[in-house]
């Protein structure tokens, strides 16, 4: 049981270019989320999903897409990467309210 | 509406030593409570939990109690080893029907020395 895998764990990206980061869940979990963390910061969230089809904005989502077209998979598009987006993200599955499953994380620089 | 507060870190102890953090929040109700840990490199994962008021939560070591009257949440371990450096989040479910979404708190660095 893998939980929640993201992938890739290290990025290096130029201002300007666009990338994908990737997120998969293996529980058939309908509720999946996107955060970010900034370095000495807590959690903010980006975007949330409550089934397939179904997306919504967090606290935090302008320069990020994202989108859920099976249960399992919540990828999270950056447009145009800034220096601001840099960060490290994680996603976040979970059956019902409180506990949520994380997966390591991306790292993501942009110079 | 709803929030969660946390003691500032970072908190640095000796091997042994008794831990504190505090968490105290404001929700409408009594909702549920929960402490998550994030170690180095790592994403975050559930330490402890409790339900409901007077509930005490406890996992490896640590516990915490639901304090209705003082709405507080803090968490405490009675001797700390190195291996529990990490940082120490606080977090509640948010009211109304977006319950599977939480409010974390700013999150606490424990440094634990030999």
């Known amino acids: 049981n893998a939980g929640v895998t993201q992938t890739p764990k290290f990025r290096i990206l130029k201002i300007g270019q666009s990338m994908t980061l990737q997120c998969t869940q293996d529980?058939?979990?309908?509720?999946m989320y996107w955060y970010r963390q900034d370095p000495g910061m807590g959690l903010k969230l980006i975007y949330y999903s409550v089934g397939a089809g179904i997306t919504d904005k967090g606290e935090v989502p302008n320069g990020y897409n994202v989108s859920r077209s099976t249960t399992e998979d919540f990828p999270l598009r950056l447009e145009l990467a800034a220096p601001s987006q840099t960060s490290v993200y994680f996603c976040?599955?979970?059956?019902?309210?409180?506990?949520?499953?994380f997966g390591d994380g991306t790292r993501l620089s942009i110079l | 509406g709803d929030s969660v507060t946390q003691m500032e870190g970072p908190v640095t102890l000796s091997e042994e030593a008794f831990l504190t953090i505090n968490c105290t929040y404001t929700a409408t109700g009594y909702p549920s409570l929960f402490w998550y840990v994030q170690y180095p490199g790592e994403g975050l994962q559930l330490l402890l939990k409790?339900?409901?008021?007077?509930d005490k939560g406890s996992n490896k070591g640590f516990e915490a109690t639901y304090r209705k009257e003082t709405t507080s949440f803090h968490l405490e371990k009675g001797s700390v080893q190195v291996s529990d450096s990490a940082v120490y989040f606080c977090?509640?479910?948010?009211?109304?029907?977006?319950?599977?979404?939480?409010?974390f708190g700013k999150g606490t660095l424990l440094t634990v020395n030999p």
């Open positions: 976040a599955s979970s059956y019902s309210a409180g506990h949520q499953h």
């Open positions: 409790a339900t409901k008021a007077d």
């Open positions: 977090a509640l479910p948010n009211s109304g029907g977006s319950n599977y979404k939480l409010t």
């Open positions: 529980m058939n979990h309908n509720y």
